[in-house]
């Protein structure tokens, strides 16, 4: 009931958003009369400032349309590879006429981010992505909103989650004969999950996998948001946090933990830095100063954009994860696709390096919980590992903002390099020097008209071959 109650205020308010949309302009506007009245400028601030207080935030575009790759700038194309039920495999290709480029573009590694289902939208990753498109072929995992997905799509469950991930990597091995998986927050322990189910079925596991700021082990350096897991209890999450998608949603009757709830509970955790992040847009608007004002929006169209998470998933995850700690206890079983329950057991990795990313001031996953990844995958070799610790960084500095950038990103590439088999780059080049991408040639006959298209689907729940997908195309 809460949710329709919800829905009935948020369209209560629209109208009233849009008016204090209009007023704004009305009163900013240099040809209206009513930027000629007293106090026209602060009139216009407030008026903004209460506009995007009510205004429907929407899921946000990555918007990454070129990126420097040994300083020549080259075009992204962005398109969906693997279309899942609840999560696409989203590919961000790179493209360039330089040949030198090219043959860079060609022998870099391919890797696998796996974004946080956990309330925000994949493009809260946007800066890493972005960094990472200078250096690597990027993959990204864009999960979808529940509300958006139909109850006969079926349930979906933190096995599914796992095994999500699994497909992906292969689905990566199959086209490259290898990858590196990034995991950053949240998916830490599914990504270690799938990996370790991976090995120890005598699979081919990624060269690497890149831990960042996530929950291995909830029970070191407990914060706020374990200790909130740790004293409820189970039905108490499913009492209170999980309801039913209204009528108005493709999704309806899908019982999940809404969106509007997981912002509630993102606020509450810092209201006074909100409430002064606020009133300094309002500032800056009166001030005249356009650059900060616009990085606040940028920031809160982000932020304020959250899911809804399937409530089969988010329950597990808390039991699983901040309750009963099955994967530093050994006790956590996952169902294969094939309905086969399978022991997690990360000491089965052997062939993976592996590196923890942890931020000295992270009050999301404290200190200790994501360098525990060490202590479980005792068979990784001691050289095939490291540990960063971020100084002064938060949790979202180690992904993302100007430590990402300059302190953080520097190594974790470093680290996955270190861990790329050398390859025959002008072998491997030589045949594709007429492509215009970074894994595909291009008939040079299309080259000169070529524009990048736009963002597509390949396919519904699986992913076609690439010849299928494009046959003017060769894979690297």
Same mark, same amino acid.
């Given at each position: 009931?809460?949710?329709?109650?919800?829905?009935?205020?948020?369209?209560?308010?629209?109208?009233?958003?849009?008016?204090?949309?209009?007023?704004?302009?009305?009163?900013?506007?240099?040809?209206?009369?009513?930027?000629?009245?007293?106090?026209?400028?602060?009139?216009?601030?407030?008026?903004?400032?209460?506009?995007?207080?009510?205004?429907?935030?929407?899921?946000?575009?990555?918007?990454?349309?070129?990126?420097?790759?040994?300083?020549?700038?080259?075009?992204?194309?962005?398109?969906?590879?693997?279309?899942?039920?609840?999560?696409?495999?989203?590919?961000?290709?790179?493209?360039?006429?330089?040949?030198? #480029?090219?043959?860079? *573009? !060609? /022998?870099?590694?391919? @890797?696998? +981010?796996?974004?946080?289902?956990?309330?925000?939208?994949?493009? &809260?990753?946007?800066? #890493?992505?972005?960094? *990472? !498109? /200078?250096?690597?072929? @990027?993959? +990204?995992?864009?999960?979808?909103?529940?509300?958006?997905?139909? &109850?006969?799509?079926?349930?979906?469950?933190?096995?599914?989650?796992?095994?999500? @991930?699994?497909?992906?990597?292969?689905?990566?091995?199959?086209?490259?004969?290898?990858?590196?998986?990034?995991?950053?927050?949240?998916?830490?322990?599914?990504?270690?999950?799938?990996?370790?189910?991976?090995?120890?079925?005598?699979?081919?596991?990624?060269?690497?996998?890149?831990?960042?700021?996530?929950?291995?082990?909830?029970?070191?350096?407990?914060?706020?948001?374990?200790?909130?897991?740790?004293?409820?209890?189970?039905?108490?999450?499913?009492?209170?946090?999980?309801?039913?998608?209204?009528?108005?949603?493709?999704?309806?009757?899908?019982?999940?933990?809404?969106?509007?709830?997981?912002?509630?509970?993102?606020?509450?955790?810092?209201?006074?830095?909100?409430?002064?992040?606020?009133?300094?847009?309002?500032?800056?608007?009166?001030?005249?100063?356009?650059?900060?004002?616009?990085?606040?929006?940028?920031?809160?169209?982000?932020?304020?954009?959250?899911?809804?998470?399937?409530?089969?998933?988010y329950l597990e995850t808390i039991a699983t994860v901040f309750q009963e700690y099955k994967l530093v206890n050994g006790t956590w079983n996952v169902r294969s696709e094939q309905g086969q329950p399978e022991l997690v057991r990360p000491?089965?990795?052997?062939?993976?390096?592996?590196?923890?990313?942890?931020?000295?001031?992270?009050?999301?996953?404290?200190?200790?919980?994501?360098?525990?990844?060490?202590?479980?995958?005792?068979?990784?070799?001691?050289?095939?590992?490291?540990?960063?610790?971020?100084?002064?960084?938060?949790?979202?500095?180690?992904?993302?903002?100007?430590?990402?950038?300059?302190?953080?990103?520097?190594?974790?590439?470093?680290?996955?390099?270190?861990?790329?088999?050398?390859?025959?780059?002008?072998?491997?080049?030589?045949?594709?020097?007429?492509?215009?991408?970074?894994?595909?040639?291009?008939?040079?006959?299309?080259?000169?008209?070529?524009?990048?298209?736009?963002?597509?689907?390949?396919?519904?729940?699986?992913?076609?071959?690439?010849?299928?997908?494009?046959?003017?195309?060769?894979?690297?």
């Amino acid at each position: 009931m809460l949710y329709q109650i919800y829905e009935m205020q948020r369209a209560m308010v629209e109208p009233f958003a849009d008016f204090a949309q209009a007023a704004s302009k009305f009163y900013n506007n240099p040809h209206s009369v009513f930027s000629k009245v007293p106090m026209a400028q602060r009139m216009a601030a407030g008026f903004n400032l209460v506009y995007r207080l009510g205004k429907d935030y929407e899921k946000p575009e990555f918007d990454l349309h070129n990126v420097e790759v040994d300083g020549v700038d080259v075009t992204i194309r962005e398109r969906v590879e693997v279309d899942k039920p609840f999560c696409e495999l989203r590919r961000f290709k790179r493209f360039s006429d330089d040949p030198h #480029t090219l043959e860079a *573009m !060609l /022998s870099q590694p391919v @890797v696998l +981010i796996v974004a946080p289902l956990s309330g925000h939208y994949a493009t &809260l990753l946007r800066d #890493t992505v972005q960094s *990472m !498109l /200078s250096g690597h072929k @990027v993959y +990204i995992t864009d999960w979808k909103n529940a509300r958006t997905v139909p &109850l006969s799509e079926g349930e979906f469950h933190l096995d599914d989650y796992v095994n999500y @991930v699994q497909e992906f990597i292969r689905y990566l091995q199959g086209r490259y004969g290898q990858c590196h998986v990034v995991s950053v927050c949240q998916p830490t322990v599914p990504v270690l999950a799938a990996v370790s189910l991976m090995a120890s079925r005598g699979e081919s596991t990624p060269l690497s996998m890149t831990m960042m700021g996530g929950p291995i082990d909830a029970r070191r350096s407990p914060t706020a948001v374990n200790n909130l897991a740790e004293t409820r209890s189970f039905e108490w999450f499913e009492s209170n946090v999980i309801y039913e998608v209204p009528n108005n949603y493709p999704g309806a009757g899908r019982r999940v933990y809404p969106g509007f709830l997981q912002y509630s509970g993102f606020v509450a955790m810092n209201p006074d830095r909100h409430a002064n992040s606020h009133y300094d847009y309002f500032k800056d608007l009166i001030k005249g100063d356009e650059a900060s004002a616009e990085h606040h929006r940028k920031f809160y169209d982000e932020y304020n954009a959250v899911l809804d998470m399937d409530a089969d998933y988010y329950l597990e995850t808390i039991a699983t994860v901040f309750q009963e700690y099955k994967l530093v206890n050994g006790t956590w079983n996952v169902r294969s696709e094939q309905g086969q329950p399978e022991l997690v057991r990360p000491q089965d990795i052997k062939n993976t390096a592996l590196l923890t990313v942890e931020g000295e001031l992270d009050d999301i996953s404290g200190s200790g919980q994501t360098r525990a990844a060490h202590d479980l995958c005792s068979g990784i070799k001691e050289t095939a590992r490291q540990h960063i610790e971020v100084q002064g960084a938060g949790h979202y500095g180690i992904f993302s903002g100007s430590r990402w950038r300059k302190t953080v990103y520097p190594q974790v590439r470093a680290f996955i390099l270190s861990h790329q088999p050398a390859a025959a780059t002008a072998a491997s080049a030589a045949g594709h020097l007429s492509s215009v991408s970074d894994d595909a040639p291009m008939p040079e006959s299309m080259m000169e008209n070529y524009e990048p298209a736009k963002p597509e689907k390949t396919g519904q729940n699986s992913a076609p071959a690439p010849k299928q997908r494009d046959n003017h195309r060769a894979r690297a």
